[in-house]
């Protein structure tokens, strides 16, 4: 997404204004959801509690101290860490993996990637950008107790990781980038365009998300399989978005990064019904 320098009175820093409110909100209702779905389990969890509190203080300050979120980010990430956190605590390690992978994929070459004009901002993700990005796995963790909630939070956190992951490297080393839709050449960091070297890293960084999952023993191996296949095709879906919708306008990266990570998860559930 094209960086733009906006004036004081300008309409559309007003609204990302609104936009990054609503984010804050919407991260306050998750958080609210989850209270009451799983307060009391977690107020009887004796210093599962405070071990939440403590880790979710430390992510926050810690991502703003990276200048990975600015402090509306720092609001609505501190949210989703404590859901995560709150629930069950390997979520949350794997959580800071993908903020960390995201991280220094998107550090990476940075002079580039403000050459080219698509560099993230310097002062970090917004509200907007972070429930985009995390709203439908803290949803996962939030609702009610379902069969396999872990793999389909999973499925969208590693969904986050590949798409970034891909974006940042197809951008901050040279290659042929083409269009998803008509193959054309296309300039790096089009909306739409993939490259090998940035589909591969985003390959890996979804496989990297699921093996740690694993590790932690949150899934099995299949559920591993399940979580990597889903994120690879939700980042599929993100770059024809990006190509068919956001190229014309017609939807920003929020919300392409929103509908991509959804439909990661929904790949996950059906995955899941099949196998």
């Not at 009175?9 to 009451?36: C, E, I, Q």
């Not at 940042?168 to 089009?190: M, N, R, Y």
């Amino acid at each position: 997404m094209l960086e733009k320098t906006l004036s004081r009175d300008n309409p559309l820093k007003k609204s990302a204004h609104g936009t990054d409110a609503l984010a804050v909100v919407a991260a306050g209702l998750l958080l609210v959801g989850f209270l009451l779905f799983h307060g009391a389990e977690l107020l009887n969890s004796g210093p599962h509690l405070y071990v939440a509190l403590a880790v979710t203080l430390a992510f926050s300050l810690l991502a703003l101290a990276a200048r990975g979120v600015g402090p509306s980010g720092a609001l609505a990430g501190g949210a989703i860490a404590f859901i995560m956190a709150g629930r069950e605590t390997r979520m949350f390690w794997v959580l800071l993996l993908v903020f960390f992978l995201t991280l220094a994929a998107t550090r990476l070459r940075d002079s580039r990637k403000r050459q080219l004009r698509v560099a993230e901002s310097r002062t970090g993700r917004t509200a907007s950008q972070v429930m985009a990005n995390l709203f439908f796995a803290g949803l996962a963790t939030a609702a009610p107790p379902v069969h396999a909630w872990q793999l389909l939070a999973l499925a969208a956190m590693a969904e986050l990781a590949a798409d970034t992951t891909s974006s940042e490297i197809g951008t901050a080393f040279p290659g042929k980038t083409v269009l998803i839709t008509s193959w054309e050449p296309v300039a790096p960091g089009t909306d739409g365009g993939i490259s090998i070297g940035g589909t591969l890293a985003g390959s890996a960084a979804a496989l990297v998300v699921a093996a740690c999952a694993f590790a932690l023993g949150l899934i099995t191996l299949s559920g591993a399989a399940v979580v990597t296949a889903a994120a690879i095709l939700g980042a599929l879906v993100d770059s024809f978005l990006g190509a068919l919708l956001e190229r014309r306008g017609r939807l920003n990266n929020d919300a392409v990064n929103l509908l991509s990570t959804g439909a990661a998860l929904g790949i996950a559930s059906l995955l899941i019904m099949v196998l």
